[in-house]
């Protein structure tokens, strides 16, 4: 099924996914399930999921707060079948007590009465924890979310930008925060609208949109004049406040209600009822998207062509110079990366942790094209919740084979040929990872987070580490050792050269600061989207864009490397196999400082958990693309200097 393509963006991932094969996804949209028509009268299914907020970036259970439950006498809900990404993104969706029939609309209805439960109060103060608790999730901007046929709830509004057009943000707000004039309200009153499109040749209805209206009405007005069988303006009352403090003027009780209406559409379609919300995901920065990705695409291609010239001319005439048997000078008087033929491929201190990081860049290198590749051709459509987390992490343990191949060949190439480092292989990122992450898991059990992993669900991570990923880096680590070694194309001396003293420009800390800014250059408009999409609660969709973005960061990690190792080897310093690694790989330090720059520019975080899970989850991502571009830093600079050593005639 086609994803419709109207806009700009949609229109660029259409026409580039026929040139490229891994932005073909772009242009298209599979749905996570298949079309369900209802007949009228058909009960509808409404479905809770987490309330998260940008304010805090932990999300709750739905049913943490004072409303109405399914089951009142029922402590604990269970929540449907989840997968691994769902529980990782806080994805917690449970039954609801809102009833919808197909096409019969609801003036309005009651759901229930909640009150504070007299028990349940702090001890010092009195105060109820019930009422406390709603008002702090209010205060914090959290935002309630409904699911009806998959489709999530959302507030529509008009988009007066440049393209004039509705907005959709998912969810709606759970009330109105207070402040010093004004008391907290609560949204206990939702307006539904229910979408539907008839389908040519089959009888019932399809749903292709959810929108809703909240308000705040006093739950006295609701309890009087909320009936199916009258009118209902849920604008002209006053609105239900939360008061917690003192106890004796707290609020009492407050009830629930909703109304529905059901609207026929007859433009959109079942296969592009998504449109909508995935066009809103940012629809101020639509253009701005575009053109900044075509400029940073321009300026990478003639950074290209401007490197490869500069190259190809200097190495031509290094050549030239060098094996020209004519020339008696030269061979007396050799200069440049010449005269370190025999030293350029004296073995790296650490060669063991060296070969441990090529081949677990080279895992998470694999698990990220083949997740984008999937991506773009749209098996991981937000229509299916957590499958992208869920991917990424079956494919990681998967690809383990590939970093334990390339560990072997390196440490073979190291003469470290050790199962040692294939274990090293193993547990080196997937354990700095797990404590960090063991340790965050920890802080949001302590605060009972939606998406704090289960004790059950966290074996089974440690199942896929232990009984799948790590098998498969020692399987792949067989197959490496049993291949021959890379023979260097120049004999190494037994004395180390002596290496001169190098200016102040050709400093390790001095070159790497640069070369991390070159690869991050050319990508880090991007990075704002995708930091949208992971801690503003938006969509991210356009795969085709990233495709494009990750094969520049790529290339433009293999070129600054390559570029900076000559430059060394010019200055007769021959230890470049380290710094080869750091070179690209300190685009991963650009990204962090990014990060705490976005953090202070766009997010609104004030309380200590947030901060600490929103800096610790992006030193992981800093960290993991050190890894990768740091390999293929490695890996392009080590075919560069073997492919011109073997070029070179010496004596």
């Given at each position: 099924?086609?994803?419709?393509?109207?806009?700009?963006?949609?229109?660029?991932?259409?026409?580039?996914?026929?040139?490229?094969?891994?932005?073909?996804?772009?242009?298209?949209?599979?749905?996570?399930?298949?079309?369900?028509?209802?007949?009228?009268?058909?009960?509808?299914?409404?479905?809770?999921?987490?309330?998260?907020?940008?304010?805090?970036?932990?999300?709750?259970d739905?049913y943490?707060?004072?409303?109405c439950?399914?089951?009142?006498?029922?402590?604990?809900?269970?929540?449907?079948?989840?997968?691994?990404?769902?529980?990782?993104?806080?994805?917690?969706?449970?039954?609801?007590?809102?009833?919808?029939?197909?096409?019969?609309?609801?003036?309005?209805?009651?759901?229930?009465?909640?009150?504070?439960?007299?028990?349940?109060?702090?001890?010092?103060?009195?105060?109820?924890?019930?009422?406390?608790?709603?008002?702090?999730?209010?205060?914090?901007e959290?935002?309630?979310?409904?699911?009806?046929?998959?489709?999530?709830?959302?507030e529509?509004?008009?988009?007066?930008?440049?393209?004039?057009?509705?907005?959709?943000?998912?969810g709606?707000?759970?009330?109105?925060?207070?402040?010093?004039?004004?008391?907290?309200l609560?949204?206990?009153?939702?307006?539904?609208?229910?979408?539907?499109?008839?389908?040519?040749?089959?009888?019932?209805w399809?749903?292709?949109?959810?929108?809703?209206?909240?308000?705040?009405?006093?739950?006295?007005?609701?309890?009087?004049?909320?009936?199916?069988?009258?009118?209902?303006?849920?604008?002209?009352?006053?609105?239900?406040t939360?008061?917690?403090?003192p106890?004796?003027?707290?609020?009492?009780?407050?009830?629930w209600?909703?109304?529905?209406?059901?609207?026929?559409?007859?433009?959109?379609?079942?296969?592009?009822?998504?449109?909508?919300?995935?066009?809103?995901?940012?629809?101020?920065?639509?253009?701005?998207?575009w053109?900044?990705?075509?400029?940073?695409?321009?300026?990478?291609?003639?950074?290209?062509?401007?490197?490869?010239?500069?190259?190809?001319?200097?190495?031509?005439?290094?050549?030239?110079?060098?094996?020209?048997?004519?020339?008696?000078?030269?061979?007396?008087?050799?200069?440049?990366?010449?005269?370190?033929?025999?030293?350029?491929?004296?073995?790296?201190?650490?060669?063991?942790?060296?070969?441990?990081?090529?081949g677990?860049?080279?895992?998470?290198?694999?698990?990220?094209?083949?997740?984008?590749?999937?991506?773009?051709?749209?098996?991981?459509?937000?229509?299916?919740?957590?499958?992208?987390?869920?991917?990424?992490?079956?494919?990681?343990?998967l690809?383990?084979s590939?970093?334990?191949?390339?560990?072997?060949?390196?440490?073979?190439?190291?003469?470290?040929?050790?199962?040692?480092?294939?274990?090293?292989?193993?547990?080196?990122?997937?354990?700095?990872?797990?404590?960090?992450?063991?340790?965050?898991?920890?802080?949001?059990?302590?605060?009972?987070?939606?998406?704090?992993?289960?004790?059950?669900?966290l074996?089974?991570?440690?199942?896929?580490?232990?009984?799948?990923?790590?098998?498969?880096?020692?399987?792949?680590?067989?197959?490496?050792?049993?291949?021959?070694?890379i023979?260097?194309p120049?004999?190494?001396?037994q004395?180390?050269?002596?290496?001169?003293?190098?200016?102040?420009?050709?400093?390790?800390?001095?070159?790497?600061?640069?070369?991390?800014?070159?690869?991050?250059?050319?990508a880090?408009?991007?990075?704002?989207?995708?930091?949208?999409?992971?801690?503003?609660?938006?969509?991210?969709?356009?795969?085709?864009?990233?495709?494009?973005?990750?094969?520049?960061?790529?290339?433009?990690?293999?070129?600054?490397?390559?570029?900076?190792?000559?430059?060394?080897?010019?200055?007769?310093?021959?230890?470049?196999?380290?710094?080869?690694?750091?070179?690209?790989?300190?685009?991963?330090?650009?990204?962090?400082?990014?990060?705490?720059?976005?953090?202070?520019?766009?997010?609104?975080?004030?309380?200590?958990?947030?901060?600490?899970?929103?800096?610790?989850?992006?030193l992981?991502?800093?960290?993991?693309?050190?890894?990768?571009?740091?390999?293929?830093?490695?890996?392009?600079?080590?075919?560069?200097?073997?492919?011109?050593?073997?070029?070179?005639?010496?004596?």
């Amino acid at each position: 099924i086609f994803f419709r393509s109207n806009t700009l963006i949609e229109r660029f991932d259409a026409s580039f996914g026929v040139l490229l094969i891994v932005a073909l996804g772009g242009a298209f949209y599979l749905p996570g399930v298949a079309p369900r028509e209802y007949m009228d009268s058909e009960n509808v299914t409404v479905k809770v999921n987490s309330m998260k907020s940008t304010e805090t970036a932990i999300p709750y259970d739905y049913y943490s707060i004072m409303v109405c439950r399914p089951d009142a006498s029922s402590k604990k809900i269970r929540a449907e079948a989840e997968n691994m990404g769902e529980i990782l993104w806080g994805d917690s969706i449970k039954p609801s007590r809102y009833y919808m029939s197909m096409q019969k609309p609801i003036t309005c209805a009651k759901v229930c009465t909640t009150k504070p439960k007299p028990e349940n109060v702090e001890k010092k103060t009195r105060i109820s924890k019930g009422l406390k608790r709603l008002k702090r999730r209010i205060d914090d901007e959290y935002r309630g979310h409904l699911i009806l046929d998959n489709l999530p709830v959302s507030e529509v509004y008009i988009w007066e930008g440049s393209e004039k057009g509705l907005y959709y943000r998912r969810g709606y707000p759970l009330g109105t925060p207070g402040n010093k004039s004004s008391p907290t309200l609560v949204n206990n009153h939702l307006s539904f609208t229910v979408k539907i499109h008839k389908p040519e040749g089959l009888p019932g209805w399809r749903i292709v949109g959810f929108e809703v209206v909240p308000y705040s009405i006093d739950s006295a007005r609701i309890d009087t004049d909320c009936s199916p069988d009258q009118e209902f303006d849920a604008e002209k009352y006053p609105p239900q406040t939360v008061i917690a403090s003192p106890p004796s003027q707290a609020t009492k009780s407050i009830s629930w209600s909703y109304s529905l209406m059901w609207s026929e559409d007859k433009e959109v379609a079942w296969s592009s009822r998504w449109d909508h919300y995935l066009k809103s995901s940012d629809a101020s920065a639509a253009n701005i998207h575009w053109f900044a990705i075509m400029n940073s695409l321009m300026i990478v291609l003639c950074l290209s062509a401007m490197v490869a010239m500069i190259l190809l001319r200097a190495l031509h005439k290094d050549f030239n110079r060098y094996n020209n048997p004519e020339n008696e000078d030269e061979a007396q008087n050799e200069t440049g990366w010449k005269v370190v033929h025999a030293d350029v491929f004296r073995d790296p201190p650490y060669p063991g942790l060296l070969a441990c990081y090529v081949g677990t860049g080279s895992q998470l290198l694999g698990m990220a094209v083949v997740t984008l590749g999937f991506a773009c051709f749209g098996f991981l459509s937000p229509a299916r919740r957590g499958s992208l987390m869920t991917a990424m992490l079956v494919l990681y343990a998967l690809c383990g084979s590939v970093g334990g191949f390339v560990a072997a060949v390196m440490a073979k190439m190291f003469h470290e040929q050790s199962w040692a480092t294939i274990l090293m292989t193993g547990v080196w990122l997937p354990g700095k990872v797990f404590v960090v992450f063991f340790c965050l898991n920890l802080m949001l059990w302590a605060k009972q987070a939606a998406n704090a992993v289960p004790f059950f669900m966290l074996l089974g991570l440690i199942a896929l580490w232990f009984f799948v990923s790590i098998p498969l880096v020692f399987f792949g680590a067989a197959v490496g050792y049993k291949q021959d070694a890379i023979a260097p194309p120049q004999s190494v001396s037994q004395i180390p050269r002596f290496i001169p003293e190098q200016k102040w420009h050709m400093k390790p800390a001095v070159m790497v600061l640069s070369a991390g800014a070159v690869p991050f250059g050319a990508a880090f408009i991007e990075l704002y989207f995708i930091l949208s999409s992971l801690w503003l609660n938006k969509f991210y969709y356009v795969f085709g864009f990233f495709a494009i973005v990750f094969a520049i960061l790529i290339v433009t990690c293999a070129e600054i490397s390559i570029v900076l190792v000559y430059f060394q080897l010019c200055y007769e310093d021959y230890r470049w196999w380290w710094r080869a690694f750091v070179y690209a790989g300190s685009s991963g330090l650009y990204l962090f400082l990014y990060s705490l720059q976005y953090l202070a520019s766009t997010l609104n975080m004030t309380s200590v958990a947030s901060i600490t899970l929103y800096l610790s989850y992006m030193l992981v991502l800093s960290y993991g693309l050190f890894v990768v571009t740091g390999t293929v830093g490695f890996l392009s600079s080590l075919f560069f200097v073997r492919y011109i050593y073997s070029a070179l005639k010496v004596d």
